[in-house]
T-cell receptor, first 114, second 116 residues
Framework: GAGVSQSPSNKVTEKGKDVELRCDPISGHTALYWYRQSLGQGLEFLIYFQGNSAPDKSGLPSDRFSAERTGGSVSTLTIQRTQQEDSAVYLC????????????FGSGTRLTVV | AQTVTQSQPEMSVQEAETVTLSCTYDTSESDYYLFWYKQPPSRQMILVIRQEAYKQQNATENRFSVNFQKAAKSFSLKISDSQLGDAAMYFCAYRSHDNYGQNFVFGPGTRLSVLP
């Protein structure tokens, strides 16, 4: 597609439920990042995928968080047993390859845990 | 580890005037990249300007320019002739030169309001 697409745009879930957030990067982009943006905060790195290499999961805050990327394209971020502190905007970014020219970001998913 | 600080949580500017947003960072590296990103209400992060640390010349992009002071580890953004569409959150970000697989380090952001 023309840009990075994220779905859903907004998600409200009950505490304890599992949620899946989807990121569809720009076609051909090999690098894909997930970030979390809590209210009034900057962006917090979660996970990075590059091609077929093992992902860099060093930013995942707990074992309730996981992500996968199928076929080097679409990525899904899964949060199990959601907690209220998981409420945030989850942003995805992609790039043609690892680059110091910045990345193209999606519009994010706003997750609200009630 | 690198850190990025933005000491101005909120700023405002009159339309057509000039405003400067501050950013400082901490690093022991000599080669790196610095960025300013804009996040409008649509939430999508948009790259505004990029600076390579080994270049002494300050980057400019139309109405946007930076004042890069490497020794002081300062990287401010100047917006000239401010427009209503410039209203947004602005994030300063740092990236190491050598670690292509590593993430950006973002500051906490500055919310810019443009007054008509």
């Amino acid at each position: 597609g023309a840009g990075v697409s994220q779905s859903p745009s907004n998600k409200v879930t009950e505490k304890g439920k599992d949620v899946e957030l989807r990121c569809d990067p720009i076609s051909g982009h090999t690098a894909l990042y997930w970030y979390r943006q809590s209210l009034g905060q900057g962006l917090e790195f979660l996970i990075y995928f590059q091609g077929n290499s093992a992902p860099d999961k060093s930013g995942l805050p707990s074992d309730r968080f996981s992500a996968e990327r199928t076929g080097g394209s679409v990525s899904t971020l899964t949060i199990q047993r959601t907690q209220q502190e998981d409420s945030a905007v989850y942003l995805c970014a992609s790039s043609l390859r690892p680059s110091n020219y910045g990345y193209t970001f999606g519009s994010g998913t706003r997750l609200t845990v009630v | 580890a690198q850190t990025v600080t933005q000491s101005q949580p909120e700023m405002s500017v009159q339309e057509a005037e000039t405003v400067t947003l501050s950013c400082t960072y901490d690093t022991s590296e000599s080669d790196y990249y610095l960025f300013w990103y804009k996040q409008p209400p649509s939430r999508q992060m948009i790259l505004v300007i990029r600076q390579e640390a080994y270049k002494q010349q300050n980057a400019t992009e139309n109405r946007f320019s930076v004042n890069f002071q490497k020794a002081a580890k300062s990287f401010s953004l100047k917006i000239s002739d401010s427009q209503l569409g410039d209203a947004a959150m602005y994030f300063c970000a740092y990236r190491s030169h050598d670690n292509y697989g590593q993430n950006f380090v973002f500051g906490p952001g500055t919310r810019l309001s443009v007054l008509p």
